[in-house]
């Protein structure tokens, strides 16, 4: 199930809510949301619910056996089966046929692939389990003493399949204890709605051209028009990936759970660095905390400590050689800014800094979007006008004139100014305007209502909505 489909929209999330305040008392409230976030995982994924259980049984167990024989050989043991058992799922459902086919192609071997299904949400929840079994083990956080609540932390559904990656000592006092208002509820209805405005509305549309453009025939695409097409891909991952993680931090805001934000308008920021401290914000610090500092972070080995961080950074994304080199392309590109280019970046004026930042995010998302490595070589060149090429044609002129209101407000849309622009409004609304004509307070249930409606149109006649993150 996902969360722009009709099904959840005027269902799941309704009974979800209405069972959900039902109950006062805070145990059968938890038991409320475990059993619709496992309703919800087992949507599409009967099977692999199955795995989500016995994964957070095992690091349940090794959880307390840490915190029992803490400063002992059975806590480090603890720790690093809990690991190994984490990393070896997610290994071999996501990375095993892809070492098999290596191994073939590399060695001349011929042994066969399985092709299992991905069960969806297994990059996220398996690091949600790290970051908890190492903070217990570093004393960060007690270890959870109630299988239902820790299983509640692992399963929530706002989270579950596509992030934030969210921490438990982020929400621990949540699961004890929730406070519910209006004003926190209104909060997460607001957020939620304009996730899957960015979602249906935005991305979607993005979506749709780049398809045109980027897995169409390359012979006839112009070098405007490559460039184009991955523009559009940049504001349709963007979107994507953004609106779910608005719609999670609006869900938790409704059933009274706080998650840290996972972007930070990443499009306006003038290095990489600056980037990926705005972008998936939840995965750049698991990455931090749990990889680079113990590695040395900078105290020692620096650019070998980065390079190993971008490396995973890229292959948790998928398995897929493609992921590992846009991966190493930022990790070789940042270590560069920390070298001497930032200091450098930081004098240009901010328009230059800012359109460096757009030409390598733009050739990334190209090492990012396609898997194929040819295909790869293929758009690079034609963006860089290799061999004989139209500067521009047709087909781009028709869909530029087509979707230039849309690029305007998408473009918009990627930087702060929609949001003063909205609490501007709503500021003048309630400075000018009688509130027994129309008080402010009904301006984000208009604008919800709107967006929603718009939405629903959309949605109808489709039965699968998916977001990009799903597959990673």
């Known amino acids: 199930m996902v969360f722009s489909s009709l099904v959840f929209l005027y269902a799941f999330l309704p009974l979800n809510l209405i069972f959900y305040f039902i109950c006062k008392n805070q145990t059968y409230r938890n038991w409320v949301l475990i059993i619709f976030s496992l309703l919800f995982y087992a949507w599409g994924e009967p099977v692999w619910v199955s795995l989500l259980i016995i994964s957070s049984l095992v690091d ?241 080995h620096h650019l070998r400590n980065l390079l190993i961080v971008w490396f995973l950074t890229g292959l948790w994304h998928g398995a897929s050689w493609n992921f590992i080199l846009w991966g190493l392309f930022y990790g070789v590109l940042i270590a560069i800014e920390k070298i001497f280019l930032l200091k450098i970046l930081e004098k240009l004026p901010r328009w230059i800094a800012h359109s460096y930042l757009i030409f390598v995010m733009l050739i990334g998302w190209v090492i990012f979007y396609y898997t194929d490595l040819n295909s790869i070589g293929s758009i690079l060149g034609i963006m860089f006008a290799f061999g004989s090429r139209e500067l521009i044609n047709t087909e781009l002129i028709i869909y530029f004139s087509n979707y230039f209101f849309f690029l305007i407000v998408a473009l918009f849309a990627c930087t702060p100014i929609t949001k003063l622009i909205r609490q501007g409004i709503a500021s003048l609304i309630n400075k000018n305007i009688p509130h027994t004509l129309l008080p402010t307070k009904f301006f984000h249930p208009t604008l919800n209502f709107i967006l929603l409606f718009m939405a629903t149109i959309l949605l109808v006649g489709k039965s699968y909505n998916p977001f990009l993150y799903f597959r990673f």
């Not at 042994?111 to 190492?134: A, D, E, K, N, R």
């Not at 934030?164 to 204890?177: C, F, G, L, S, T």
């Not at 840290?260 to 660095?273: D, G, L, Q």
């Not at 600056?274 to 105290?299: A, K, M």
């Open 60 to 300: 349940y167990f090794l959880g307390l056996t840490i915190e029992k024989y803490r400063k002992s050989w059975q806590s480090k043991a603890a720790l690093l089966a809990s690991i190994t058992v984490s990393l070896s799922l997610l290994g071999f459902f996501k990375y095993f046929d892809f070492l098999i086919q290596n191994i073939n192609y590399f060695f001349g071997m011929n042994f066969p692939m399985h092709h299992f299904g991905l069960p969806i949400g297994i990059s996220f929840y398996t690091f949600q389990s790290i970051s908890y079994i190492v903070d217990v083990y570093r004393g960060e956080i007690a270890a959870q003493k109630s299988f239902p609540k820790f299983l509640l932390f692992i399963s929530l559904f706002h989270q579950l399949v596509a992030g934030p990656i969210v921490r438990y000592k982020d929400i621990a006092e949540n699961i004890e204890q929730r406070t519910h208002s209006v004003s926190l509820f209104n909060e997460g209805i607001n957020r939620f709605v304009i996730g899957l405005a960015k979602k249906v509305l935005l991305a979607n549309t993005a979506g749709e051209v780049v398809e045109v453009f980027l897995d169409g025939d390359f012979s006839t695409l112009s070098i405007l028009g490559a460039w184009f097409g991955i523009s559009f891909f940049a504001l349709q991952i963007y979107f994507d990936f953004s609106a779910y993680s608005d719609m999670a931090i609006g869900l938790g805001k409704m059933f009274g759970f706080t998650y840290k934000e996972n972007f930070n308008y990443p499009y306006i920021s003038r290095s990489a660095t600056e980037f990926w401290r705005r972008w998936h914000i939840s995965l750049g610090s698991f990455f931090r905390d749990y990889v680079y500092i113990p590695l040395g972070g900078n105290r020692k």
